[in-house]
């Protein structure tokens, strides 16, 4: 079962410092190439521990869609 | 649990870089070490390896920040991390540290002589002198130590204050190594997919 909310990292605001990755419990964010910072969806299980860590506050959790 | 690897008690150099300072300005130098390495990383990996995982400021805020709880965490102001003052904060960064090598080349050049003090903030000038014995190496050696001491300093004092003010890593939105790096790396992916802000997935 995926959790009900995921992170998501704003391209426009993140300063790929990657203080969301050194932070997630389950290794869900990657640094693309020093540019920006990716969350995993599969991965991710909405803990938000990221999104409280990130000086530029840009990550958000978002909601899955509901699936059927 | 995560793993913890040995650059994880990298925040402990950052506190020596600092201490030595204190007693003998020459260590200073050391600091080329935290210039050299993320631009070598930034240019020739086109990552942040550095930033994101051996940087001893970064997580010595992170840790005293976080761990330590000398921060409000709270969100910083929404202009502390957009281009403009990003950007903007890198160019009168590097202005200063261009200034900093001019005051070296004037000493080197004889146009100038020693002066044994740090400058903190850029205006407030502090006596040094205790960590320096004249003559021990050229003037301009020494000349650089305390002016290159003076930016790390500087810098080190606005990251503490932003990490209580706001997070613990606030520093780091507008860092100038890290913008410099970030700048570059997307410089290298230009054109190439995977780092686009375009694709903003
Ligand atoms: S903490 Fe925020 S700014 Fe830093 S890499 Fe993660 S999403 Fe980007
Ligand atoms: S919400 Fe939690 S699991 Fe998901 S990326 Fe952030 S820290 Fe990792
Ligand atoms: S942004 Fe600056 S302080 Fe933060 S990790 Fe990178 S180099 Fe270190």
Not at chain 2, 64 to 88: D, E, H, I, Q
Request: charged share 15%; proline share 4%.
């Amino acid at each position: 079962m995926l959790s009900k909310r995921y992170a998501w990292a704003d391209r426009s605001r993140c300063v790929a410092c990657g203080a969301c990755a050194n932070e997630c419990p389950r290794g869900a964010v990657e640094i693309l190439h020093g540019c920006f910072a990716r969350m995993d969806a599969e991965r991710c299980v909405g803990c938000g521990k990221c999104a409280a860590v990130c000086p530029a506050d840009c990550i958000t959790l978002l909601e899955r869609e509901a699936r059927v | 649990m995560k793993k913890t690897h040995w650059y994880d008690y990298l925040w402990i150099w950052a506190i020596i870089y600092f201490a030595l300072g204190f007693f003998n300005i020459l260590f200073a130098w050391l600091g080329m070490i935290d210039f050299l390495l993320p631009l070598g990383f930034a240019v020739f990996g086109g990552n942040k390896y550095f930033c994101n995982h051996l940087c001893g400021r970064g997580q010595l805020l992170a840790r005293l920040g976080g761990k330590w709880k000398c921060s409000r965490n709270r969100p910083a102001p929404r202009w502390m991390a957009s281009p403009w003052f990003r950007y903007g904060f890198l160019a009168f960064f590097l202005t200063m540290f261009g200034n900093m090598i001019f005051q070296t080349w004037l000493v080197a050049a004889g146009a100038a002589s020693l002066r044994e003090a740090i400058k903190l903030f850029w205006t407030i000038r502090v006596p040094w002198g205790w960590t320096y014995t004249a003559g021990l190496v050229p003037d301009w050696v020494a000349q650089f130590s305390f002016g290159f001491y003076s930016l790390m300093l500087t810098s080190l004092l606005l990251g503490l204050i932003v990490m209580v003010l706001y997070r613990p890593r606030t520093w780091c939105s507008f860092c100038p190594m890290g913008t410099m790096t970030q700048g570059v790396c997307r410089l290298k992916r230009m054109g190439k997919d995977g780092a686009s802000e375009k694709e903003n997935v």
